[in-house]
């Protein structure tokens, strides 16, 4: 639908600005919402609500920007609040060398379904945090191909999956207690 396209082209916007951030070295972390409402962190930060465009995301990480330092989040392809607090990790399996951007990426990761993007203002290097793990070394095409995955096609197959779920555990849940009966298990 129009709202997939919408979003599709704020994440693509988006990747274009961390290869923007790659090049001149600008530290961004980048919170894309999905089911998790993230509104404890979003109160930590300032309200925006505004169209992603690469110009805003621009000045928002420009270094000497009031709103550079912290995260922005994204809700439904806007940028709906800048400068946020997240939680860092409190891992020890993460190596001391990760900085803040990092270590605030998987710890929002940890308590969220949420997908994060990170440059590293000291290296450059564009990451993508999901699950509690962070992957390192992406490219704007490469992180735009994983992070539209995860929030538009996973999102779109979702309710099928959940509704699969829910009908195999009561199937299960049937057969434990008749077992005599035939598993009547139609799967497409």
């Keep these: 639908g129009n709202k997939n396209e919408d979003i599709i082209n704020s994440i693509d916007m988006i990747c274009k600005s961390a290869g923007q951030f790659q090049k001149n070295k600008t530290g961004a972390l980048i919170v894309f919402e999905r089911k998790t409402q993230l509104g404890e962190i979003i109160n930590t930060g300032t309200l925006i609500d505004a169209k992603v ?3 805003l995301i621009g000045n928002i990480f420009y270094p000497k920007s009031p709103l550079h330092d912290g995260a922005v989040i994204i809700r439904d392809g806007r940028i709906y609040a800048a400068s946020c607090i997240l939680p860092l990790t409190q891992s020890t399996a993460f190596s001391s060398q990760l900085g ?17 993007l990170i440059v590293s203002e000291e290296t450059g290097i564009i990451s993508v945090a999901f699950n509690g793990q962070i992957t390192r070394n992406y490219t704007v095409e490469s992180a735009f191909d994983f992070i539209k995955e995860k929030l538009v096609y996973e999102n779109e197959q979702e309710g099928d999956t959940l509704f699969k779920r829910v009908i195999k555990c009561f199937s299960k849940k049937n057969n434990v207690e008749n077992s005599v009966k035939e598993e009547e298990n139609s799967e497409d």
């Design 53 to 55: 465009s690469e110009s």
């Design 100 to 116: 803040t951007r990092h270590r605030a990426a998987i710890g929002m990761t940890e308590n969220s379904d949420a997908i994060v």
